[in-house]
Nanobody, 115 residues
């Protein structure tokens, strides 16, 4: 069983920054591949950034150079540092854990970029 709890969302002005956190309640966190996804109104959920158990990362083209994903296996946590935020980054952001027996999702945290 894996439980994920996101935090850190909110309202930010264009050009601002936010840090999202995902706390994982799981025994084997260090072996999971983790990711951040987002879903804007009327759009499909999309991958924003991912980090493997070994620390390799990949990003959506739209966020490269602006977002950074990281993990702390000692705290069972994964983070998404977001900078130079744009209105089009507005969405509900979800944390995902990929395991050999399935995917798990958090409840999501709203990020709104608006002046």
């Amino acid at each position: 069983q894996v439980q994920l709890v996101e935090s850190g969302g909110g309202l930010v002005q264009p050009g601002g920054s936010l840090r999202l956190s995902c706390a994982a309640f799981a025994r084997l966190f260090s072996i999971y591949n983790m990711g951040w996804y987002r879903q804007a109104p009327g759009k499909q959920r999309e991958l924003v950034a991912a980090i493997t158990s070994g620390g390799n990362t990949n990003y959506a083209d739209s966020v490269k150079g602006r977002f950074t994903i990281s993990r702390d296996n000692t705290k069972n946590a994964v983070y998404l540092e977001m900078s130079s935020l744009k209105p089009e980054d507005t969405a509900v952001y979800y944390c995902n854990a990929g395991t050999s027996w399935g995917d798990y999702w958090g409840q999501g945290t709203q990020v709104t970029v608006s002046s």
